[in-house]
């Protein structure tokens, strides 16, 4: 019996540190598990916000495109935008041009001192 039971006080510490090993082992794979969750986490979002980011690309090209089919194709809107936005006149057109506001006057503030 004695052999036995040394046998089995020899296992106890391997079989503790085979334990010890394992749970480790368990700790570092979960770790590494957890960063890659919320890498893929990050990776998703940026991805959400980037195909939000070409639906309204793909939105404001698409006006473009009409806007500029409208300017080929009709001539009335070419020459409101010329008027609108370059500030073109015909010959002949009365232009009227007001004065810009003035500045308000700058008021000066009191010095800060006891109260008089």
């Known amino acids: 019996m004695k052999a036995s039971e040394d046998a089995a006080a020899r296992r106890r510490p ?3 540190l085979l334990l010890g090993a ?4 368990v700790l570092l794979v979960s770790a590494a598990g957890w960063k890659s969750y919320r890498d893929l986490e990050t ?3 940026r991805e959400a916000m980037l195909a ?3 639906v309204e690309t793909q939105a404001r090209v698409d006006e473009l495109r009409r806007k500029v089919a409208r300017l080929r194709d009709d001539p009335v809107a070419l020459e409101r935008m010329a008027r609108e936005e370059l500030g073109l006149v015909k ?3 009365v232009v009227v041009v ?3 506001p003035p500045a308000p006057p700058a ?3 009191a010095p800060p001192g006891p109260p008089s």
């Open 14 to 16: 391997a079989r503790a």
């Open 22 to 25: 394992a749970g480790f082992f």
């Open 43 to 45: 990776a998703r979002q």
């Open 52 to 54: 939000a980011r070409i």
């Open 91 to 93: 010959p002949g057109d």
């Open 98 to 100: 007001y004065p810009e």
């Open 107 to 109: 008021t000066k503030a």
